[in-house]
Antibody
């Protein structure tokens, strides 16, 4: 079935780096743009980054621009989020999501928790 | 960037109708999509476009828009509809996305 399975995450000290992965199955991965969305504890959803289907263009929220990098490996059908210079306010559940038709986020991963703390 | 506003919380009696609104300037240019999120779960797309539902979403969910406001209506709310609901659209640059702050729906 169509699904996104996330891995990575955990506890990391401020200033350190972490990489999240999102493995796709059940659909033609390289036909779809992909997103990362996060949710701080007890807070709402925040869009983080988007990559086009071919990796040709990438967009970032102002809050992560210059620190986070979204990428994809279409051969491995996997989406990545490289997070550098992590700050305590990056603490959140991170979700990957597929960009479906009509510009929606139609398939979501299960989420992975990232805690930035000393 | 752009902002979306939503009522923080609404309540509805079982079987009654509730409307959730989302207001923002960019809704004049872009459709909103609506996401349901239950505690501990990933968001779920429930309404998008003019008034479209993904496969598997009950027809008691519907959407509409007028000017700078988009709405999600649940007609005949069920206990399982109790959740947080978020609207989403593009920002004024057209390259970024923005979520509303969410509306907590309680079914009494």
């Amino acid at each position: 079935q169509v699904q996104l399975v996330q891995s990575g995450g955990g506890v990391v000290q401020p200033g350190r780096s972490l990489r999240l992965s999102c493995a796709a199955s059940g659909f033609v991965f390289n036909d779809y743009g992909m997103h990362w969305v996060r949710q701080a504890p007890g807070k709402g959803l925040e869009w983080v980054a988007t990559v086009w289907f071919d990796g040709g263009k990438k967009f970032y929220a102002d809050s992560v621009e210059g620190r986070f990098t979204i990428s994809r490996d279409n051969f491995r059908k996997t989406l990545y989020l490289q997070m550098n210079s992590l700050r305590p306010d990056d603490t959140a559940v991170y979700y990957c999501a597929r960009r479906g038709g009509a510009d929606v986020f139609d398939i979501w991963g299960q989420g992975t928790m990232v805690t930035v703390s000393s | 960037s752009s902002e979306l506003t939503q009522d923080p919380a609404v309540s509805v009696a079982l079987g009654q109708t509730v409307r959730i609104t989302c207001q923002g300037d960019t809704l004049r240019s872009y459709y909103a999509s609506w996401y349901q999120q239950k505690p501990g779960q990933a968001p779920l797309l429930v309404i998008y476009g003019k008034n479209d539902r993904p496969s598997g979403i009950p027809d008691r969910f519907s959407g509409s828009s007028s000017g700078d406001t988009s709405s999600l209506t649940i007609t005949g709310a069920q206990a399982e509809d109790e959740a947080d609901y978020y609207c989403k659209t593009r920002d004024s640059s057209g390259n970024h996305y923005v979520f509303g702050p969410g509306t907590k729906v309680t079914v009494l």
